[in-house]
């Protein structure tokens, strides 16, 4: 069986993870927190699962590199100097990056590059995403995942279409944008909604995370597909065969 090595073991994900990692036939390796050194970790791991801080990749990618070790990274909240670390990293081990490890989000990103690409620019394109209220980062990694997704149906980047909240005379809406609102209150495992409205017509896509074992499950599956991977950057939708 493999063994999987838990970065961030006492955060929510982390602690959802150690608990089903038996029901998916893999063992745990062990875990650690801030403050922990990861490369006795990566060590004795067959694969890492980081769930941890934007501040603490760079030293958990290192300890995966010095062991051959591939890691998935669901970490939120990583800006491109995070993403250069990553593609480095690439060159030496197996990373999936991914801001939602939902099988069922993975779909959704799918289908709404698919819907992006169909409709054309004539169709606006929203995201509104709700969260606890102890999530530190917005828009989420899963909100952003699909803006990207409806980028790139569009052949575009979200840096360059993206308008993150609006407040005040925002004037007229700019053909083309995706617009990013997020919401924050209770204890909302994660609501996301992709809106296309057109003229005259709305295509609504969304996706409702009743319980954070949804994302635990995903991220194990996605783990143990990673184990032995030739060095490459991947995608969890190649974890579904999309």
Request: proline content about 3%; overall charge negative.
């Amino acid at each position: 069986m493999a063994a999987i090595g838990i970065l961030g073991s006492a955060g929510r994900m982390g602690r959802a993870i150690a608990e089903m990692i038996s029901e998916h036939g893999a063992t745990l390796a062990g875990g650690i927190d801030a403050g922990g050194d990861p490369r006795a970790l990566a060590v004795a791991s067959d694969v890492l699962v980081d769930f941890t801080v934007p501040g603490a990749l760079a030293a958990n990618l290192a300890a995966a590199r010095a062991a051959g070790t591939p890691i998935l990274v669901g970490t939120t909240g990583l800006g491109p100097v995070h993403h250069a670390m990553i593609d480095e990293a690439t060159r030496e081990i197996a990373v999936l990056q991914t801001g939602n490890t939902s099988l069922g989000v993975t779909l959704l990103a799918r289908l709404v590059r698919e819907a992006a690409e169909r409709l054309g620019p004539a169709w606006d394109i929203e995201i509104v995403e709700m969260h606890h209220r102890a999530k530190v980062d917005a828009p989420s990694g899963t909100a952003l995942l699909l803006g990207q997704a409806a980028a790139a149906g569009r052949g575009a980047s979200l840096n360059d279409l993206s308008v993150v909240g609006r407040a005040g005379l925002s004037g007229d809406r700019a053909e083309g944008t995706i617009g990013l609102a997020s919401l924050r209150g209770g204890s909302v495992a994660g609501d996301h909604q992709v809106i296309f409205a057109g003229p005259g017509e709305r295509i609504e896509l969304g996706h409702r995370a009743e319980n954070r074992e949804i994302f635990a499950a995903g991220a194990i599956t996605a783990a143990l597909w990673l184990v032995g991977r030739a060095p490459g950057r991947y995608a969890m939708s190649e974890v579904l065969g999309l």
